[in-house]
T-cell receptor
Framework: RKEVEQDPGPFNVPEGATVAFNCTYS??????FFWYRQDCRKEPKLLMS???SGNEDGRFTAQLNRASQYISLLIRDSKLSDSATYLC????????????FGGGTRLMVKP | TAGITQAPTSQILAAGRSMTLRCTQD?????MYWYRQDLGLGLRLIHY???????GKGEVPDGYSVSRANTDDFPLTLASAVPSQTSVYFC???????????FGQGTRLTVV
């Protein structure tokens, strides 16, 4: 089993829809969590960090569920420009400073 | 601002040849990483470095070596390239364990 897993999708949604992705992690010692966005043939860029209490940035909401070992990303009022691949990333303090990524979930927002 | 820079942006390399992918950051970040990204496999960690002078193996280290002589540079070397090393390589850095990582623009390597 991979340490960090995501549904690869693609998720095809109409503009204005709400869409949610989950990312599961296998190691309970995982400490920090992030969502990245990657556009085709570009480098990943941070979308948001995920805090224990959950956090929101405009149309984006990230949540952490330590008991079930997953993080989630909710996108409200989807825009065409949200079409991209969303990667979750996890760090573990007892694994040096390794930053491990999931395989990514592809989102396609259609008119 | 430069941030993190990779070179070259793309390369075609004959199998059996060696090559060094360069990565330089000007943010004085302690940790640096090399990933490869292949279709359907996401970002896989090759090697990492927590601080200058130290390196560690990631998920797929075989066939690659790294060095970290100073804070800014983290080169990745393929001693004898094979076609399975055809991939997009990303270098990343971050300040501390709980901070975000910044990525270079990537190097597209084709081994023929």
């Amino acid at each position: 089993r991979k340490e960090v897993e995501q549904d690869p999708g693609p998720f095809n949604v109409p503009e204005g829809a709400t869409v949610a992705f989950n990312c599961t992690y296998s190691n309970s010692a995982s400490q920090s969590f992030f969502w990245y966005r990657q556009d085709c043939r570009k480098e990943p860029k941070l979308l948001m960090s995920v805090y224990s209490s959950g956090n929101e940035d405009g149309r984006f909401t990230a949540q952490l569920n330590r008991a079930s070992q997953y993080i989630s990303l909710l996108i409200r009022d989807s825009k065409l420009s949200d079409s991209a691949t969303y990667l979750c990333a996890v760090t573990r303090d007892n694994a040096g400073n390794m930053l491990t990524f999931g395989g990514g979930t592809r989102l396609m927002v259609k008119p | 601002t430069a941030g993190i820079t990779q070179a070259p942006t793309s390369q075609i390399l004959a199998a059996g040849r060696s090559m060094t992918l360069r990565c330089t950051q000007d943010m004085r970040h302690n940790a640096m990483y090399w990933y490869r990204q292949d279709l359907g496999l996401g970002l896989r960690l090759i090697h990492y470095s927590n601080t200058a002078g130290t390196t560690g193996k990631g998920e797929v280290p075989d066939g690659y070596s790294v060095s970290r002589a100073n804070t800014d540079d983290f080169p990745l070397t393929l001693a004898s390239a094979v076609p399975s090393q055809t991939s997009v390589y990303f270098c990343a850095s971050r300040a501390t364990l709980n901070t975000e990582a910044f990525f270079g623009q990537g190097t597209r390597l084709t081994v023929v």
